[in-house]
């Protein structure tokens, strides 16, 4: 076996080792884990045969002897793919999305079952912190509990299960949310007027048309103080801000149970459809091979599918900057 130290599996993205099952490009050398290979369905570098392309440690073209081809040899687990394993040698290259597990991933969960489906399934749409929520998962699966208690959700509320792809939920208590600092900001102008006129005397006196950042010293603070109803503000923003904690406490116990329903709906959801003789189509995941079916078809949808994702939330926050500065 050639040294690959340090030269990572173009598919995983994961640097080779001596036990690794390595598979070699027949035409260009490039080398693979057995299983990407098979993914894949080609060589990821197969559009740049045409181009005389000749793999090497940094991966660009160079003249250099390409690896033999071998047989499948179980000694040193590596050998030369069959030109039939190459595929179509005019498809684009395959790489790994970014927040995609390969199938073969969660092969660790055969056997295991969540509400009557395989538990793999359940660990793909997962994809991220998969351990902690498969856990948690078998538990409520089990009757053995609906309460948790997660940290994530409590300090980032609605924008932690946006960023779980728990979108009808994230919405949910981001409305909630924007209605309960409203109603404190109608409470705080009807009850404590005197208050607000202050608030926004300080405003205008230190913004100056312009915008700087506001210094805002102990003395205005103390002036503030001097509103005849400023104790009634008080309490405002106390309840206010109490009403919000309660809601992310809330949010924090039953986040876990809320994704567990999510991640249910989703597996169950493609296997009806599955069942009912639907196929998945792969055109529309990146450069994933539209070869791909069965199972792992399967894995690759709900991994693609689940996961997590930072933008919904960004945008959320974004827009609720956006409508509070109207």
């Given amino acids: 076996m050639p040294v690959l130290n340090g030269i990572k599996c173009p598919v995983c993205n994961n640097e080779f080792n001596d036990s ?4 070699y490009c027949p035409d260009c050398g490039t080398p693979h884990h057995r299983e990407c290979y ?21 991966g660009s073209a160079k003249a250099q002897q390409p690896p033999a081809k071998q047989a499948d040899n179980t000694n040193n687990k590596t050998f030369a793919a069959p030109q039939g394993e190459a595929a179509n040698q005019n498809q684009p290259p395959f790489f790994q999305m970014p927040n995609v597990q390969m ?15 395989n538990a793999k399934f359940y660990a793909a749409s997962v994809n991220t912190n998969i351990d902690r929520f498969m856990k948690l998962f078998k538990k409520f699966d089990g009757k053995k ?3 948790g208690w997660n940290w ?12 779980r792809k728990m979108y009808t939920q994230g919405i949910g208590f981001l409305v909630i949310q924007t209605l309960i600092s409203y109603l404190g900001s109608f409470f705080m102008t009807t009850k404590a007027p005197n208050f607000m006129k202050a608030v926004n005397a ?6 100056n048309g312009t915008f700087r950042a506001m210094t805002v010293t102990q003395a205005d603070f103390e002036s503030l103080r001097t509103a005849s109803d400023y104790q009634m503000a008080l309490n405002v923003a106390m309840i206010m801000f109490a009403v919000l904690v309660v809601v992310r406490i809330f949010i924090a116990l039953f986040a876990d149970k809320m994704y567990f329903s ?3 709906n989703r597996v169950k959801t493609v296997s009806e ?13 990146g450069n994933a091979p539209a070869e791909l079916t069965g199972e792992k078809a399967k894995l690759f949808y709900l991994s693609r599918r689940g996961g997590t994702s930072i933008i919904p939330a960004l945008l959320a926050y974004l827009v609720i900057n956006i409508v509070s500065s109207l």
């Fill in 38 to 58: 098979k993914l894949a369905g080609h060589c990821v570098n197969a559009g740049l045969h045409q181009t005389g392309f000749v793999f090497n440690e940094s």
């Fill in 202 to 207: 300080l405003i205008t006196s230190k913004a």
């Fill in 152 to 163: 994530g959700a409590f300090f980032f509320g609605p924008y932690y299960l946006l960023f």
């Fill in 103 to 117: 199938p073969d991933y969660f092969a660790k969960f055969e056997g295991e079952t969540i509400d009557g489906d």
């Fill in 262 to 264: 999510v991640v249910k």
């Fill in 273 to 285: 459809k599955l069942d009912s003789g639907e196929t998945i189509s792969m055109i529309n995941f």
């Fill in 145 to 147: 509990g609906a309460l």
């Fill in 20 to 23: 690794d099952d390595v598979v």
